[in-house]
């Protein structure tokens, strides 16, 4: 049973810095992709960065140049640094990975971005 935990949420003010966790139960090279969703009250959930097994990072337009994705794997961790956050990143983020046509997610962790 993979399991994905999440840590690193918060609370912070508008144009702070957050940095997301995820855990793995096993290695991360393990997955075909790995990213992080997230999910605001109302909306849908919508992707925010990935990357494929052959090391390509995708981000959201939304968080270009202000979220950095990055992976351990000794450590069996993705990480996701938040900068210049804004109040409309506020949601559940999420870590998901996938493998042979399986999708595993984590708990989610929640962001709230004040004004």
């Known amino acids: 049973q993979v399991q994905l935990v999440e840590s690193g949420g918060g609370l912070v003010q508008a144009g702070g810095s957050l940095r997301l966790s995820c855990r793995a139960s096993e290695s991360i090279f393990s997955f075909s992709t790995m990213g992080w969703y997230r999910q605001a009250p109302g909306n849908q959930r919508e992707l925010v960065a990935r990357?494929?097994?052959?090391?390509?990072?995708d981000y959201a337009d939304s968080v270009k140049g202000r979220f950095t994705f990055s992976r351990d794997n000794a450590k069996k961790s993705v990480y996701l640094q938040m900068s210049s956050l804004k109040p409309e990143d506020t949601a559940v983020y999420s870590c998901v990975a996938t493998r042979g046509g399986l999708i595993f997610w984590g708990q989610g962790t929640q962001v709230t971005v004040s004004s």
């Open positions: 990357v494929s097994g052959t090391g390509n990072f």
